[in-house]
């Protein structure tokens, strides 16, 4: 349903309302805002100066022949992210005049595509920013792209023999591998490969620790964690490399306790167990000189800086001043010299530098209600309705509600058992919308409604169909609810007057986005616009550059989208370093093992067939294999689907 807005409100809505609305001064800062023309506007570098129009921008890519859903990575935000990290460290170890440094790495499993991973180990140089690997194809992609020898290459995940070996060599090559042992069967094979190889990596033991943690990724310590080594199996692992003359390569210790920490109480324990750890270690004999404290630093996804899922009560600053100070704290009053502080922080740096743009191809929902004219001999039921809608006013909301929603059930009941005939089952619902609609002009602003009348804005919420696929694009939002700001980039002077969620391009209903950042807890419905003929309306979902890319599957075989990499240029406004062409129908085909050009031919053959049994005409045949040849070709989402 539309409601018309007033002129007033209209009037005094402003772009700065719309911030406001759709959390962008919170979650949004410094990369995120929106302009005087109501557009969504970028500041790749933060506030270190330049910006982009992001309506601009889409429309300049589509005039590249680039159309949505389009994935647009900002690597100068990559860029900003690193820098964020290692200025906040080196703050910290200033302040609390901590003796060591911090050389960070990058998880390849958040977003191992090429041009990201290129361009972290490029921008990190200056830092000796290094790479983190959990598998052996990203164990490849680390040793291939990383060639700074003094970055660290740590080597997490199940390790085989071929993975171990892999490593050592690695090492004469001039690299700085880390073979972390996280299971304790992991101890006889890098011994036996280090004697194979006449050469040792070096090693870092990965400690199940028992602090507890909270959210998603919380049973990612304690006894049943899948990865780590308890306290027997650490002490044993220490005895056992002494034994193999290996203790002098063990130089690091690692915990993770799981992702997106929202609380840093839980850090803060973490890190005193690790650095006590840390100290012991040492105290055995081994060299250590680093303590990698994992993944986990948050993002404030719906920007309420508290500890819930979506969020977290921590700065990047306050993260490096508890972890530098605590492991200060454990080493110093030990003696023990303090170690080079690693983390593999792989959200906080990838989560905000790629926005996808979606369009809209239509809306679903409540026509205005016509209200049908009486007629003598009508049920109750309908009357009891009329009368309803007569008398609804401002001060009978409530009592309103009740009755429409009651007598609209007793005209189903009626109809169920035969005494209310089609036509005034009809009338009912009629009359019953028209009583909602009248109601809904009525209602005052959200924080004074009545529980039970925010379901009424509910049963008038619309249905908005998004060119994309959640499976593909933003597949935690169906996996695990994880919440990401979305949000229209464009028409933020005008009021939005709408309630609605998305629905996807797949036929699965699980295919939606209905879960939006709200202040307190999420909410079912976003304010959006109503759409225009003619005229696109473009939906921005944030902060989705980590996981989301590499998690997305190929349900109902929707590819990869379009995706750009974009950097403010000075001699223009924006240069396009890098293009990848989402995945064509022919590829995605071709991932499911079928061939194209048999299933063309297939069908060619089908048509031969109709065509000389008189079924189908040759133009129409033509016609159809051009069909057939082109949609092989192109993207597996809607062409030029703007409504209207
Ligand atoms: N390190 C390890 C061992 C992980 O398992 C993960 C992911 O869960 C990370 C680092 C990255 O974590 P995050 O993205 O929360 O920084």
């Known amino acids: ?60 890519l589509q005039s590249r022949d680039l159309q949505l859903p389009l994935l647009i990575r900002f690597e100068d ?224 996804y719906d920007g309420s800086r508290s500890a819930t899922a979506a969020s977290t009560n921590y700065s990047l600053q306050n993260y490096a001043n508890d972890v530098v100070a605590t492991i200060r704290e454990c080493c110093e009053p030990q003696g023990v010299a303090v170690p080079t502080l690693v983390s593999e922080s792989g959200r906080a740096i990838a989560s905000h530098f790629s926005v996808l743009v979606f369009n809209v191809l239509g809306q679903s929902g409540v026509n205005q209600p016509t209200i049908p004219e009486a007629v003598d001999g009508e049920a109750l039921i309908v009357r009891n309705l009329r009368e309803t809608l007569s008398g609804i006013g401002p001060d009978n909301l409530q009592e309103a509600w009740n009755d429409a929603l009651k007598f609209k059930d007793d005209a189903l009941a009626a109809f169920r058992l035969g005494y209310l005939s089609l036509t005034e089952r009809g009338k009912a619902e009629q009359l019953y919308w028209a009583c909602c609609s009248a109601i809904a002009d009525l209602l005052p602003g959200d924080e004074e409604l009545p529980d039970e009348l925010k379901g009424l804005k509910a049963a008038f919420a619309s249905t908005y169909y998004a060119n994309l696929s959640v499976f593909r694009s933003a597949p935690d939002t169906w996996a695990i609810d994880q919440l990401f700001p979305v949000m229209p980039i464009h028409r933020l002077q005008e009021q939005p007057r709408e309630l609605g969620s998305f629905a996807d391009l797949t036929c699965d209903s699980d295919g939606k986005l209905a879960r939006f950042i709200a202040s307190g807890s999420a909410k079912p419905l976003l304010e959006l616009h109503e759409l225009k003929d003619g005229e696109p309306y473009w939906i921005g979902l944030f902060l989705g550059g980590a996981y989301q890319e590499v998690m997305g599957n190929l349900h109902n075989l929707f590819g990869s989208t379009n995706a750009v990499s974009i950097r403010l240029s000075p001699g223009g406004p924006y240069r396009v370093e890098h293009v990848v062409r989402g995945q064509t129908n022919s590829d995605v085909l071709e991932a499911m093992e079928h061939n194209p050009e048999a299933l063309l031919e297939r069908l060619r053959q089908a048509s031969e067939e109709a065509i000389g049994s008189g079924d189908l005409s040759i133009s129409a045949a033509r016609r159809l294999m051009q069909h057939l040849e082109g949609s092989l070709r192109q993207t597996t989402y809607l062409e030029d689907s703007s409504p209207g």
């Open 1 to 60: 349903m539309v409601v018309a807005p007033s002129q007033v409100e209209q009037q005094n809505w402003t772009p700065a309302a719309s911030a406001q609305l759709y959390g962008l001064d919170q979650w949004g800062d410094p990369y995120f805002s929106v302009n005087a023309r109501g557009h969504v506007l970028v500041q790749p570098r933060g506030d270190r100066g330049g910006s982009l129009d992001l309506v601009e921008l889409v429309e300049g």
């Open 77 to 300: 935000i990559l860029e900003d992210r690193l820098e964020r990290l290692h200025g906040a460290f080196e703050r910290a170890i200033a302040q609390y005049g901590y003796g060591g440094h911090y050389q960070g790495v990058f998880p390849v499993k958040c977003n191992q595509q090429r041009h990201v991973v290129e361009q972290l180990v490029e921008s990190g140089r200056r830092w000796h920013f290094g790479l983190e690997a959990g598998s052996k194809a990203e164990l490849l992609i680390a040793l291939s792209l990383l060639d700074d020898p003094k970055a660290l290459l740590i080597c997490n995940g199940y390790k085989d023999q071929r993975y171990i070996e892999t490593a050592i060599l690695a090492r004469q090559l001039g690299r700085q591998p880390v073979v972390v042992i996280e299971q304790a069967d992991e101890v006889p094979r890098i011994i036996e490969a280090s004697r194979n190889l006449g050469a040792a990596p070096l090693i870092g033991v990965r400690a199940k620790l028992s602090t507890r943690s909270t959210g998603r990724w919380g049973s990612s310590v304690g006894e049943k964690a899948k990865f780590g080594l308890s306290i027997p199996d650490l002490l044993a692992t220490v005895e056992a490399l002494r034994d193999a003359d290996l203790l002098g390569d063990l130089r690091l210790l690692h915990f993770h306790i799981g992702s997106q920490i929202c609380d840093i109480a839980v850090l803060k324990d973490a890190l005193q167990e690790a650095g006590q750890l840390y100290v012991q270690l040492a105290s055995l004999g081994a060299p250590m000189g680093f303590l990698d404290v994992g993944g986990g630093l948050g993002v404030d």
